[in-house]
């Protein structure tokens, strides 16, 4: 599904990714670890097309194509999902209203009809439930005033509303007490299907606990520099990083 | 708990002016009065040459069809300006050779103003240029900064010794038509200090000019002109007191900086002239044009000013961020008690692209007083990508006083971003019964709280001055502030 | 008798407007005679308000009065039947419609009409003699002394306006609605006085939209007074949606009474130049003030709003809160000035003004001001000028909406802050379809406007 290959990106003119590879197939979950400044949030913003970062080398390949090619709402519609480490307040716009146009922005590049007002209500319902989210925050402006437990919350229902095929999750985790991650972990785990894949990005291993990785990568300044299975979270969470820099150093 | 505040504050209003002393030396003074001759004997007692003579001859023919400003939130008694001497000097200051040669007497008042003219005396990271009433009477360290082809001296020697940098600068960020207080600092101007940084050199110590006027019914118009070149740095510190007198005095001078491609300049003020007596009784007057230029590319100019003195204040140090990539920096703590008035603030006009500028400003009002905080930012059309972040905050101790806030924000560009914040306070109930709970005293938690509200600014100081200020804010305050 | 408005080098011939006014009084109730020529003095000294003074430093008062325009003392009469040609087509909104054409009260001159729970309203003449004790009792003591050319060439040359009073714990159980239309061969100069008048416990809410139908030229110089009397409450909503030849220039005069409460929507859509003047004085203890703006600019509109609430009480509360989106050359201008005196403990006031601009050529000033003399207050006040948020722009993108649409959602957000606060729904869904047509720049004006167009 994804095929990253040989990445280097840079941000104000400072190399940030040194060559990342990394292959994704539907149906996997793939955690990212690192330690902070590693580049984690760097790689999700290459991949979900945030132009802040400057792709200097390589190559990110989506289903065939060129993502790099891609405007953010083209990626979007073709089933990139980035929930955001630090979800953006937007003062005056509904969160129906956003939802709305984005999931009709997304039928319309499908070349579906926009969806009826019954429908989408419809829709808004079942997908609150699946991810325990609390009513009335919908009729409110997009995050705004939301606590860090209602932001991340709602960013799994945005992605439970836009059903896509290839799901980043830069530190969901972040800020949430231990309830919190296990709805939101939840909301997660009830939107896998074999069909889509998800990439998890996190510090600590214990939003690993809920949401099991098939393979984990660990993020070192600019470059993955260990790829194993689930064995490795666990193994980091005993010694954290200072093993892996050490070895590294060794090397 | 009312009461004992106001108790508190009365005592603390009640701090004196430790700095009001006069000093009894020789005096040469002109007659009272401003006309052109007076403008010429001043011109001819400094040996001036001709082109100086000239600016002065301009700018007193424009001032005379000026009128003095209104606009700013201040009552300002009328000034007549046909009974001030403009020229005033001590009587002994020839050419000094050595400090063995200054008056005694001077060198004693500089020592109680804890400014030591020894070189030996001084720590070793500054260098002083003292100005009494209208001239420098000695500049430290001259020669060690020589070496480094620094040029630090009073302004009348570097019209001698440097008249084509004091031409190609004087008047280029303030000039003599900019408004009524330049015009007239302008044309009778004494003395000052004369910097100047060449290429590629960080000064390596402080520089700094202590001001006092000494003589009664003077005005002291003195001015200031730093230039740092490219790749240069320099920080500059600038101190003033006056003696304690009934009557009011006029204080108008101009500062202006350039700082050409990557140089930057840090220029720190503390201003404690003499405020006037707790009923409003005399005080200076403290009209100052102060503007610096950022004109290369990558400059940075800082301003930094700790204002606790002068009846009344008006004052803006600005800037003209001309230079692609540059950026400036406002910080300022006024304090204002009994009847003192301020009206400070500063502009920012922001004219090359991805220019930055800050603002930090913290009013303290006590007594009758009344402080404004004015500022202007602009952005022109091509200044693409400006910032611009200004946070004015004023905190009242009393119910007799004013804290005003008057930000002007004028944004002529799509990708300029301008904020402004402000609010207004007094100390919260909550936060000294906080402090008395933990045991301490409703004075000290005063203290501590303005302490706290001016630090942002305060660290901004270099480490001397900033020892000073925070002494001086307690005096100013003191009984209102711990 | 239609008259030409003299103005010549920088200044209005106005000792003849006055000399002319005088000699065509007869109708006039005689106590308004000392008001005017107290009015006429003061401007004869003064003249009209230079751009030297902070308050009028961007308005360009000298172009806007040296165009040819007329002006009369008296209504004109119109032959044909005004709602014929102008009828207000918001949906579902129940308000009583008040016209004032050209400055003069429309129909039913010879006496007030009489509402639901004693309210009044008609013509400001026809009220000066109808209920004189209470005209009397409130004229001209919201704007007192002004130290204002232009309000005090209205207090001195007008002629007619509305009269709204709402009597003692009154209400008039619907929406009150005046439309301001001008409809005119000739360029016209108007000087309409209001007055509006909520006594003790009354009740009041207001719709006002301007609406000039004309092609030509008209500058208006509009006041008004409003009087909210102890827990009165008072809602108005203005709605500024006229063509480019129209100029306005407004003074809204409010004195409230004790724990009364005011809330104020002001939607500037369009218009040539509009310049409002919200004057507030909160002179009763518990007193609230809440102020909205919204302006929407493009083409060469300039808009300029100047508030000064004054805190003269202990325990009052104020917010006001301005928003401005400007495209073309557009240009913008906030004054907002909030006065805290000595005694005003406990006062609470908040100020904001946030602008968008979209072009380079677009130029926005905002001054906001706080003066405060009383230590026992919070007040903040913020200014931001700045563009379309690219974070949020950004994230709306990463959920799959094109940037223009992203772009569109972001200034309609941006509206919405102000928008919201719309109590009447019918004219909040009206205003939302004209900002969301208008960002689209699929509208610029109301479809009644251009009736006359045909």
Redesign the interface.
Known sequence: MLIIKDLHAEIDGKEILKGINLELKAGEVHAIMGPNGSGKSTLASVI????LVKVTKGKVIYKGNNLLDM???A???AGI??G?QY???????SII??MK??LN??RK?RGEDAISPSDFLKLMREKKALVEIDSSLVNR?VNEGFSGGEKKRNEIF?MAM?EPELAILDETDSGLDIDALRTVANGVNKLKTPKNATIVITHYQRLLDYIIPDRVHVLYKGRIVKSSGRELAMELEEKGYDWIKKELAND | MEKEQDKILNEITQGDYKYGFYTNIEMETFPKGLNEDVVRMISAKKKEPEFLLEFRLKAFRHWKKMKMPD?A?LNIPEIDYQNIIYYAAPKKKPELESLDEVDPELRETFDKLGIALDEQKRLTGVAVDAVIDSVSVKTTFKETLAELGIIFSSFSEAVREHPDLVRKYLGSVVPYSDNFFAALNSAVFSDGSFCYIPKGVRCPMELSTYFRINAANTGQFERTLIVADESSYVSYLEGCTAPQRDENQLHAAIVEIIAHESAEVKYSTVQNWYPGDKNGLGGIFNFVTKRGICKGDNSKISWTQVETGSAITWKYPSCILKGNNSSAEFYSVAVTNNHQQADTGTKMIHIGKNTRSLIVSKGISAGNSQNSYRGLVK?L?NADNARNFSQCD?L???????????????????????????????IGEDQIFYCNQRGISTEDAIGLIVNGYTKEVLNKLPMEFAVEAQKLLQISLEGSVG | MTEVLTYKDNKLDFEDMFRKSEKTNGHVASFLRSFREEAAGSFIKSGLPGQNT?KYKYLDLDGLFSREYYYRFQQEIVHFDINHVFKCDIPNMNTKMQILLNGFYYGGQDSLVELQGGVKCGSMLQAAREMPDIFEKYYSKAVGKANDGLVDMNTALWRDGYFIYVPKNGSPGESLQVVNLVLSERNLFLQPRNMIILEEGAELNLVVCDHALSRKLSLSNSVSEIFVGANAKFDYTVLQNDHNSASQINYNFIDQGRDSRVEGNIISLHGGLIRNNHIVKLSGRGAENYLGGLNLTDGDQYIDNYVFVDHAVPDCYSEQFFKGVLDDKARGVFNGRILVQ?DA?KTQAYQKNN?I???????????????????????????????I?E??M??????????N??RM??M??????II?KIKIDSLRERIEDFIARRLRGEMTRCENCSLLDR
């Not at chain 2, 119910?399 to 402000?422: L, M, Q, R, W």
Request: aromatic residues 8%; charged residues 20%.
């Open positions: 979900s097309g945030r132009d405007s953010p709402e990626r979007s519609h999902f980035l955001f979800p953006i307040e937007i003062p005056g716009v209203n956003f146009t984005a922005e997304h590049a402006s945005q836009l | 606009w939130q952005v059309k004023s009242l101790l009393g119910d007799k006083c004013g804290a005003h806030t008057f930000p002007y924000i004028e944004a002529n560009n799509s990708s300029s971003v301008v904020e402004h914040e402000a609010t207004t306070s007094k | 902070t000595q403990q602008n601009l979209l072009t380079d050529h677009a130029r926005m000033n905002s001054n906001p001001q706080l003066e405060i003399y009383a230590d026992d207050v919070k007040c903040t006040h913020g200014a931001t000028v700045g563009q948020d974070e949020a950004f994230y709306l993108r990463s959920r799959g909406i094109p940037e649409e992203a959602m972001m309609y957000g941006f509206a919405e802050e919201k």
